[in-house]
Nanobody, 123 residues
Framework: QVQLVESGGGLVQAGGSLRLSCAASGRTFSRHAMGWFRQAPGKERDFVVA????????YVADSVKGRFTISRDNAKNTVYLQMNSLKPEDTAVYYC????????????????WGQGTQVTVSS
């Protein structure tokens, strides 16, 4: 069992930066691939970025490529999402997720989810 708690969301102006954190409980965190997804009002939950258990492989959605970076610290049971050059269209609730089955861009492949943190980008 893995429990996930996101933090770091907030209100930022376009062009600004935020760093989200996802703290995980459980001794098996280092065995899970981790992902970040986002959901805007009235829209489906979309893939943003993901990282393998070792941190050596990353998937990145085209919409955030070159602006967002995922990283993890297995010693701290934490995964991070660094978001730069933020745009109003990045506004959404951001969710951290853990996968027992490996790296994926598909929400259904993730077994554990955090409660989400709101990111709002003003123009």
């Amino acid at each position: 069992q893995v429990q996930l708690v996101e933090s770091g969301g907030g209100l930022v102006q376009a062009g600004g930066s935020l760093r989200l954190s996802c703290a995980a409980s459980g001794r098996t965190f280092s065995r899970h691939a981790m992902g970040w997804f986002r959901q805007a009002p009235g829209k489906e939950r979309d893939f943003v970025v993901a990282i393998s258990w070792s941190g050596t492989i990353r998937y990145v959605a085209d919409s955030v490529k070159g602006r967002f970076t995922i990283s993890r610290d297995n010693a701290k049971n934490t995964v991070y999402l660094q978001m730069n050059s933020l745009k109003p269209e990045d506004t959404a609730v951001y969710y951290c997720a853990a996968s027992e089955g490996g790296l994926s861009r598909t929400p259904d492949r993730y077994d554990y989810w955090g409660q989400g943190t709101q990111v709002t980008v003003s123009s």
